[in-house]
Antibody, heavy 122, light 107 residues
Framework: QVTLKESGPGILQPSQTLSLTCTFS??????????VGWIRQPSGKGLEWLAN???????YYNPSLKNRLTISKDTSNNQAFLKITNVDTADTATYYC??????????????WGQGVMVTVSS | DIQMTQTPSSMPASLGERVTISCRAS??????LNWYQQKPDGTIKPLIY???NLQSGVPSRFSGSGSGTDYSLTISSLEPEDFAMYYC?????????FGGGTKLELK
């Protein structure tokens, strides 16, 4: 059974760095073709893809935020991470992590976490 | 980035009704189109990938079709659990982008 769960700071101040953790089970990021993506959703708005990381440590970022994003993984502990630097109020959103598999498509998210709400406020 | 436009943005419908949600891309996306359902508690569930392939476990009343720039999600007979938000997503080119969503509401 595949599960994913996001965790984060809840609230942070403008200009700080947001650190998110995705803890998953039921698959391994050391297995060929497996990946984890991050997607966010401001309250009442649509979905925005942020980044993917793959089993071979390939990383892909949304160009609109690329300079501020860093995705990484800890295969031993079944975790993936996302850091967003220099946050502002526009980064207030619910952040989701989701599994992707290259054998289906590199951008089909077939299992999602419940999401974690992050508020940027002074 | 490819822009995805969903219509309508909200749709009142009745139990048992057949409904179709449309999704138009700003350029051709070669059938690289997925659909997701989001419940009010935020839970997101995948429905369809590559235009018409049903995710395992998704009821057969859901179907997808389309080509070029125009795609659609059809629910053949609405059940109570189908009232939710629906999003399309293209992955023909990076970054993958989502439509603005369609809220399916009980009439």
């Amino acid at each position: 059974q595949v599960t994913l769960k996001e965790s984060g700071p809840g609230i942070l101040q403008p200009s700080q760095t947001l650190s998110l953790t995705c803890t998953f089970s039921g698959f391994s990021l050391s297995t060929y073709g497996m990946g984890v993506g991050w997607i966010r959703q401001p309250s009442g708005k649509g979905l925005e893809w942020l980044a993917n990381i793959w089993w071979d440590d390939d990383k892909y970022y949304n160009p609109s935020l690329k300079n501020r994003l860093t995705i990484s993984k800890d295969t031993s502990n079944n975790q993936a991470f996302l850091k967003i630097t220099n946050v502002d109020t526009a980064d207030t959103a619910t952040y989701y992590c989701a599994r992707v598999m290259v054998i289906i498509t590199p951008y089909y998210f077939d299992y999602w976490g419940q999401g974690v709400m992050v508020t940027v406020s002074s | 980035d490819i822009q995805m436009t969903q219509t309508p943005s909200s749709m009142p419908a009745s139990l048992g009704e057949r409904v179709t949600i449309s999704c138009r891309a700003s350029q051709g996306i070669s059938n690289y189109l997925n659909w997701y359902q989001q419940k009010p508690d935020g839970t997101i569930k995948p429905l369809i990938y590559y235009t018409s392939n049903l995710q395992s476990g998704v009821p057969s009343r859901f179907s997808g079709s389309g080509s070029g720039t125009d795609y659609s999600l059809t629910i053949s007979s609405l059940e109570p659990e189908d009232f939710a938000m629906y999003y399309c997503q293209q992955y023909d080119s990076s970054p993958p982008t989502f439509g603005g969503g369609t809220k399916l509401e009980l009439k």
